[in-house]
Structures are given as structure tokens and as C-alpha cells.
């Protein structure tokens, strides 16, 4: 399998001003705490858990990870997830009767803190929470005691070269293909810029499709474009006008794949836009869903696999506050 991940520089602010907390003691908190004070339902309603987190034993051999440990005495690796709402069937395959499951669907990403580099390391899954919502609920534990000061989590995403601008130049769009997750879908989020002309195009396209996905109780829709040979080529200006005022950061937006031409080596490439310009790397392994050795998955790919690349990125963000802790309490309490 394809494990994908996603780099963050992570901090808690105060007051939106980036501080020098050192985020395993809030970890440390949460992770011994009962499974109803680690259940927080976030404001939209989604439903998230701390459903498991590694001992936090660290040990290394010649410098090298070693599976069932952390690399660093702070660091911290726990598997967050959000429940989802809707509830699939279950049957056997070549009987007749089908049935909607009795427990609740839970989709948890295993996520890597490291505090020393403010870096935190997210596996990217299609129906796993999304890095706001761990945002979320890592900042409902935090309880400010001082009028007129909030105190939150906030992730920064580590950023690579874009790759769009390829598409502008390029003499050829071969497909654009992009995929919705239905559920609270709003045009406004997808394109929040977008002009009254092309808001028109965009209604007919997108509202038609998810309207008729619903009402076959499909959970996601596919919007597709594609040049046949015959026909002459796509209106690349205007696609590429569109295509750039399209939020990535969209919790809806599954995936929005171009191919085209790449103007550079004059082959076929393929762009994700939902991807583009984020630093993501992947790590090969065999399929599993066993915590421990997603964990030990994680550690080794920053550790040995990419030999700790990004321990200093926080540093571009300049001198960071020195935190209060006596400002607030962080709290864990039955919240659903």
C-alpha cells in the first residue's frame, strides 16, 4: 500500500500569535483520559476521537527508529478519527438479505507529533478526519482563564512549488476529473471567488449532478471532462481562470485531477489540485490496519526514510511567543 502524508508545522496560539508550548503535554492529557472524556463533537456536528496513541518510550539503534518506540522522549504518535454519520449495509455475497450495520463507521488517521520541530505528520485518507477538524478538537480541551484571550491549536501546512501554472501553459487538456463527497457540500466553499458568469456554469454542473447522486443516495459525485479526438481542444484560458479560484482546502473536494500536456517534457502529466503545492510524501508497505505498525510506519519514514528533513521549517515563522500555561487549564470532561 500507499501510505500518503502530510507535513504540518503545528503550534497553539494565543490570540492567533504562534507560541512555544510544547503540544505532547496537552497529548499527554488527553491520551490517559476515559473514551467518553476523549469523544468531542465538533461544532459541524462531526463526532472525533483519540481512539489510540503508543506509549511514549523512545529509544533508537545507531540512529535509526526502532518499531515499537519514538524517536524522541517528546514525541508522540495517537490515531485520531471522526465517526462518520451515514451508515452503510452489510450482507453476504450471493445471499439476499442485505442490513444497515448496528455500530457507528469510525475513520482515524494515525498522526505523528513532534513537538522540538513543531512538525506534525498526518496520514491523508479519503474518509478520515480532516486536518481543521483535528485543529478542532485538539482546541476544545483548552479552556482559557483570562477574558478576551482564546487559546487554539492551528496547523500551517509545509508548502512545495505548484505545479499549476503548467496547465496554463500547456497546448492541451486532456481531462479534468473532479470528485465531491455530497454530504454539506456548498458551491461557495469550492469556488468562493468565483464571478456571476461562471457561478451560473458551476450551478448547473454541480447542482444537477449532486442533486441527482442524493436522490440515489450516493455518497459522492464524479464531474468529468475529456477531449475526444475528434474535437477541437478545451478552452484552456478559461478552464485554467476557473480552475485557479478552486479551494484545495474544500473538506468536500476528494480529488480535482488534470491531465494535460506538460509544456516542459511534452509528455502526458496529471496535477490532484486538492494536492498541489502541499508537501505530501508516501511510504510504501504492506496493507494494514494495525496501529502499531502504522506508528512505527510514520516514524521510520520521517526518521529513515527522510532523515528528519524538515526539523527546523518552524524557524521561518520567526520568534515565537513564550506561553502562559497558568493562563489556561486544559480540561477533559464527558462533552456528547
Known sequence: MEMKIQ??????????????YDLSKLIDIIRVSSPIERTVKLGSQHTMFMNNSRIPLHHVTNGSSLEGY??????????IG??????????????????????DLFEPSVCLVIPTSHLFLMERKFLGPSINQIGEYLSSFIKSKVPNVKYSVK???????SLKPLIEASESIKSIVIQIKNEGFQLSNLFPNINDSNKTLLEKLF???????????????????????YKREMDIERIYRILNLLNSEDDNLISAKVEFLNPETHEPSEIDLKKDGFYIQEKTSSKTDDFEKLANLMTSHYYDDQNRIKDVHYLSFGSLLSVDESEFDIVTENSI
Not at 504540518?8 to 512555544?20: P, S
Not at 524517536?71 to 508522540?76: G, S
Open 155 to 161: 496547523f500551517e501546512p509545509l508548502k512545495t512549488d
Open 7 to 20: 507535513y504540518f508545522n503545528v503550534f497553539l496560539c494565543r490570540n492567533g500569535e504562534k507560541t512555544n
Open 82 to 103: 471522526k465517526y462518520r454519520s451515514e451508515k452503510p449495509y452489510e450482507g453476504k455475497i450471493g445471499e439476499e438479505e442485505i442490513k444497515q450495520i448496528d455500530g
Open 70 to 79: 519514538e524517536y524522541l522522549p517528546r514525541n508522540r504518535t495517537v490515531w
Open 207 to 229: 447542482g444537477n449532478m449532486i442533486e441527482v447522486s442524493e436522490e440515489l443516495d450516493i455518497n459522492t459525485t464524479t464531474v468529468a471532462f475529456k477531449k475526444s479526438w
